[in-house]
């Protein structure tokens, strides 16, 4: 059989071309997918970091024990801010040898980039910074600039600390390095700006170290780290980390959809194969093949086709390695030093796969392909013959997924709306909607076909003018054709279907769950008349939030943000949540929040205002147990729920409650809401504002103005998600919608030649070709339009409920964009080859083929 296979695949090699070329291409973005993704597993090393000067290190790390709810060892888990380390630690540790605190710290240059950060001169060795002009500061009204140029030396310059502005006589530049940006002080001056220190760099023997912070109880306290470990205590260390733990994500979507999708381009590849080779195969049988035997065959070409595009695909996904990361930096989703390395294992898994695809995708065609009786090689006509069988599974199938699908939504709508407000769970209830239409899309492309054509006649029959739905012999043909070859019209309309719908859905929730945010926020503003918001700036300093306070006829709402720690839903561990810390008073005068139970009044120390979606569901006027952003232990009574997202401030507290700051000094505000009083001219206030904020990183806007930028935002997350992930899918379908027609094009050869042979002219044959292929474009795009309308009316509903009135979001532009493309390459891969196999032939040629025949 493997020889017969050999022939099979090598003469008929047309009919495998489309799987060939998904499979390879699958297997080259499942290869570079797998290599990315093993790239990100740990952070690059990097020439220098911040402390890799110091051989051990000493890091401020306080735990919180948590003991799960179904037993076993406590976890330790720890808190959004880190507290400085004991100054008897301190003393202990430099008994063991000589140390140097580090004391990091926001400072920022009137004209420097947004990370940079404020550091004492004595770490800069750490580091390995060396001065390229001008001097160490010796006096506290001098700094040195990291990567500063020359010119600079001697120069006074404006900073701005949590406190407000400052200025300073340059006295010295280093080179530039990448791991931070850093202006340095002298060690006095850093100790004022932050009195705690975070890291402190011992060169005392390691053991030394250990024992000196384990007799000082700093189990719990302190971390030593020695050796590659260091890395974790620098901030540039733990932000590529992120970053690249973000990047994982969307490449193992990306993975995922890949392999889904070759699967389904595969399979409906091999089904169309085995359709056209149907008498073919019964010759076989009548020969003496058992069912097994075809089986065995319909195997053993998928597998050859599998192993020669595993090979293909693996070699592509290497050479496309080292662009993928390029693209990843380019794009500043990972640090300029991320490389991707290839790896043999990384090439096998690929490999792997796609010969699992090839078989897996054959499966359903190779039980098709047994059913063929002997008696079908004496067939006279090859007509289309529909299994009912086959429908029967495509309803079953297809309502069932379609129906838990839309089950889920309304479900979810009506007891978990939160989960619509996350891009995952969101992607995890669309997809079933995807594939539900997908596997509709066979038994449902007729009705939609009559559908579409039946309207020029609806349409004339309301004007009184029946008969007039216009359209021709030529309509008339394409349309007769699209519905009695049901099995190229599937194989047309469902790469459409899953082009349309994956998009929509896809898109369409992002950009609702994105715009139910702005609504909220728009919301939220609905009552304020001024924003004061950071320009440049990581956040707003004490100066700002004091000179705003300060402008007569002005309510300022101050929102500082902070962290509270409760326990998950299913009692596993503790996890942080997003909260803020705020003025009781101003928040209910100048915001307008979407309370759903209890008021806003009620809010005052020991209490907090959180959203419906705290773990738990918390209830108005009960306690709910949190740890504040220090690990400290408190029970808040429930003053007031909100109807907020998983993406928003998910509790309120006043500054009592509230830990807003640790390791690098306190935290600074992000926002200022501003409502001008009664009586006051709103012209004079709106100038005093601008006063007030000039030249301190901040800016005063519109309530507008934030929606606008808002929306802007979630416009680009939704362009990402359509470059990483949905990309793929259309690629993929554009591969089987272009495989299909021309797979079908030498079955269509005969029956273009009849259309000849009856007195239509080539380019009324052609026009046929074409409108056939625009009408099963056009049912496509239809049911893809349904399933996008599912599913984002499923998230609309959710969303509703959650943060009240909001708009549902369809990308029309996108979706007619993408349904031009497909007609195009429908059109290109239908009509060039019927263009192609007319070639030369006119009546008399097609009789005389005809008596050669006989």
């Known amino acids: 059989m493997l020889t017969l296979a050999l022939a099979s695949v090598r003469l008929r090699w047309a009919s495998f071309v489309g799987s060939f070329v998904a499979l390879a291409c699958g297997v080259a973005l499942l290869a570079t997918s797998i290599l990315v993704i093993a790239a990100t597993a740990g952070v690059p090393d990097q020439a220098r970091q911040r402390f890799s000067g110091a051989p051990v290190l000493v890091t401020a790390d306080l735990n919180v024990d948590f003991t799960p709810a179904t037993g076993g060892d406590a976890q330790p888990t720890p808190v959004p801010a880190q507290p400085g380390l004991p100054a008897a630690l301190l003393t202990a540790v430099a008994a063991t040898g000589p140390t140097v605190a580090d004391r990091t710290f926001y400072a920022q240059l009137a004209d420097g980039p947004r990370g940079q950060v404020g550091r004492a001169w004595s770490t800069a060795a750490l580091g390995g910074y060396r001065l390229t002009a001008g001097t160490a500061p010796a006096a506290d009204d001098q700094i040195v ?67 000196a912070v384990a007799a000082t109880g700093g189990a719990g306290v302190a971390r030593v780290l020695t050796g590659a470990e260091r890395g974790q205590a620098d901030p540039h260390h733990i932000e590529v980390g992120a970053r690249l733990d973000d990047v994982q994500t969307p490449l193992g979507l990306s993975a995922a959809v890949s392999g889904g999708t070759a699967v389904f381009v595969v399979a409906g590849t091999f089904a169309l194969s085995i359709a056209q ?53 380019d794009r500043d989703l990972v640090p300029a030093e991320f490389t991707v390395p290839v790896t043999w294992w990384g090439l096998l898994v690929a490999a792997s796969i796609g010969l699992a695809t090839a078989i897996g995708g054959v499966l359903l065609s190779s039980l098709k392909a047994g059913r063929i009786s002997p008696g079908e090689a004496l067939a006279e006509a090859d007509v289309e013959r529909r299994s009912r069988g086959a429908l029967a599974f495509r309803w079953v199938s297809g309502l069932l997924v379609l129906g838990g699908a839309i089950a889920a939504l309304v479900l979810t709508a009506r007891s978990w709306p939160d989960a619509a407000a996350n891009v995952a769970d969101s992607l995890a209830l669309l997809l079933p909607v995807v594939a539900g239409c997908v596997l509709l899309a066979a038994v449902l492309a007729g009705p939609a076909i009559r559908l579409l054509t039946g309207l020029p006649a609806l349409v004339a029959r309301l004007r009184g003018r029946p008969g007039d739905e216009g359209g021709g012999i030529v309509w008339a043909t394409a349309r007769q054709s699209s519905l009695t070859a049901f099995r190229r019209t599937a194989a047309t309309t469902t790469p459409v279907v899953l082009v349309i719908a994956f998009a929509g859905c896809l898109l369409g929730s992002i950009d609702t769950i994105n715009r139910s945010q702005v609504s909220e926020v728009r ?137 807003t700051g640790g390791v690098g000094g306190p935290a600074l505000a992000t926002r200022i809401d501003l409502r001008v009083l009664p009586g006051t001219d709103p012209q004079r206030a709106a100038a005093a504002l601008h006063s007030a904020v000039d030249g301190l990183g901040a800016r005063l806007a519109t309530p507008e103005e934030i929606w606008s930028a808002a929306t802007d935002s979630t416009e680009q997350a939704s362009w990402n998600a359509l470059l990483m992930i949905l990309g793929l899918a259309i690629g993929y379908a554009a591969i089987a919608l272009a495989n299909s027609l021309v797979m079908t094009v030498s079955d269509r050869r005969q029956e273009l030649s009849l259309l000849r042979l009856a007195g239509a002219t080539r380019g009324q044959v052609l026009r046929t070709v074409a409108v056939e292929t625009l009408m099963c474009v056009a049912a496509g795009t239809l049911l893809g339009l349904l399933g996008t309308a599912i599913s984002v009316g499923g998230s609309w509903a959710a969303l509703t409920r959650l943060v009240g009135s909001t708009p549902a979001m369809l990308p029309w532009t996108v979706l007619g964009v993408l349904a031009t493309c497909c007609a195009a390459i429908a059109l290109t891969a239908a009509v060039l080859p019927a263009a192609l196999a007319l070639r030369g032939r006119d009546g008399r040629g097609i009789l005389r083929t005809a008596a050669g025949a006989a």
């Open 145 to 211: 600039i990291g990567g500063g140029s020359p010119e600079q030396v001697g120069r006074t310059v404006r900073y701005v600390t949590a406190d407000g502005p400052h200025t300073a006589t340059v006295s010295g530049v280093t080179e530039p390095e990448a791991f931070e940006h850093a202006v340095f002080f002298t060690d006095a001056q850093a100790a004022r700006y932050c009195p705690a220190v975070g890291v402190l760099a011992a060169f005392g023997p390691a053991d030394a170290v250990r024992r």
């Open 277 to 329: 080779r149907r008498r073919e195969l019964a010759l076989l049988r009548l020969i003496g093949a058992t069912r097994r035997q075809l089986r065995a065959l319909v195997h053993r070409e998928a597998l050859v086709v599998g192993a020669l595009a595993s090979a293909a695909g693996c070699a592509l996904g290497a050479a496309g390695a080292a662009p993928a990361g390029r693209w990843l930096v």
């Open 523 to 659: 919301h939220q503003l609905s009552a304020a008349d001024l924003v004061v918001t950071p320009a440049g700036t990581p956040g707003l300093n004490r100066a700002v939030v004091d000179r705003v306070r300060a402008v007569p006829g002005v309510r300022a709402l101050v929102i500082t943000p902070t962290s509270l720690m409760s326990v998950d839903p299913t009692g596993q561990a503790l996890v942080p949540l997003s909260a803020a810390a705020a003025d009781p008073t101003a928040l209910a005068e100048v915001d307008r929040l979407p309370v759903v139970a209890g008021s806003l009044a009620d809010l005052g120390p020991g209490s907090a205002v959180l959203s419906r979606t705290w773990p738990g569901s918390p209830r108005v006027g009960g306690t709910v147990p949190v740890r504040l952003a220090d690990g400290t232990p408190r029970e808040l009574r429930v003053a007031a729920l909100l109807g907020t997202g998983a993406e928003t401030v998910q509790a309120w507290v006043t500054d009592t409650d509230a830990v």
